[in-house]
């Protein structure tokens, strides 16, 4: 009951207009060394780690090359992720949430968020949808992704089945990084166009910095990075949602993460 009481209270509302990824404790293990990693909700690519949660996810998997299995674990696990890794080549670790509900009791709240998520037309549309400023509520999930090297890392992303996901086109691990990592999102399947992707790099020292992308025509993008580092690459989906009662959410934002390391010795 205690740690249901914890969830309850605790994980809904940390994640509220924050961003989720999944947090490895390395990007690059030996082919002999466990897979292990955290999964974080913060800002600014600093967060808290939570636990290993069954009923607050509907996947947490592992995909190398063509078998994709689940991850195991026990309620409370934490880091959620330690595993053997089964292979040598690159790990794909994919955690997809339930969903949550927030209620918006000040205006300002989601004036912020659309703002800045790139959603400004979602005031207009909650207006000419004669909603309230206040009270009304928002269904939300997190579709997150990593890249981990195990071994070489040798291997590539592909589409895991996220309704919405980004997919990484080059092996941070093993491809020439210096012109950047190239990504495409996805949104139920099809390429998201002209769509506004926020970029975290964490230097060496902890140093964290943002900057703002936009996909073209093909849902691509070309993020810029630096040898030594690490990134989260965030996307946001917000979509009209029509209610079948007055309690019920108003408006769906789906978030999806994409966490790598560009090593020492790839890119400039």
């Not at 190239?182 to 992707?197: E, K, L, M």
């Not at 975290?200 to 990075?225: C, E, M, N, W, Y």
């Not at 580092?229 to 079948?244: E, N």
Request: contains cysteine; glycine residues 6%.
């Amino acid at each position: 009951m205690r740690m249901l009481a914890l969830i309850a209270a605790v994980f809904p509302c940390a994640v509220n207009a924050h961003e989720f990824w999944i947090s490895p404790l390395q990007y690059q293990i030996a082919a002999d060394a466990p897979l292990v990693a955290d999964i974080r909700v913060g800002e600014d690519f600093e967060g808290s780690a939570f636990s290993y949660l069954p009923m607050r996810f509907r996947r947490f998997d592992l995909a190398m090359g063509e078998d994709v299995a689940e991850v195991p674990g026990r309620a409370g696990d934490r880091p959620a992720l330690t595993m053997p890794a089964p292979t040598e080549g690159l790990a794909v670790v994919i955690h997809v949430t339930t969903d949550s509900v927030l209620t918006y009791k000040e205006w300002e709240k989601f004036e912020s968020f659309t703002t800045h998520k790139d959603f400004a037309w979602a005031m207009d549309r909650h207006r000419q949808r004669g909603l309230p400023d206040t009270g009304f509520k928002e269904r939300y999930s997190r579709h997150g992704k990593s890249l981990i090297a195990v071994g070489k890392g040798a291997g590539s992303d592909k589409v895991q089945g996220l309704l919405l996901e980004i997919v990484a086109r080059a092996n941070p691990y093993t491809d020439d990084m210096e012109e950047g990592m190239p990504v495409t999102v996805f949104y139920d399947g099809t390429p998201r166009a002209d769509s506004q992707i926020e970029l975290f790099d964490k230097a060496p020292d902890g140093t964290v910095t943002t900057s703002l992308h936009r996909t073209d025509a093909q849902g691509q993008a070309t993020i810029p990075v630096a040898r030594g580092h690490s990134y989260l690459v965030d996307s946001v989906v917000m979509r009209a949602v029509d209610p079948a009662s007055e309690e019920d959410p108003v408006w769906e934002s789906l978030w999806a993460s994409l966490t790598f390391a560009v090593p020492m010795d790839q890119a400039d």
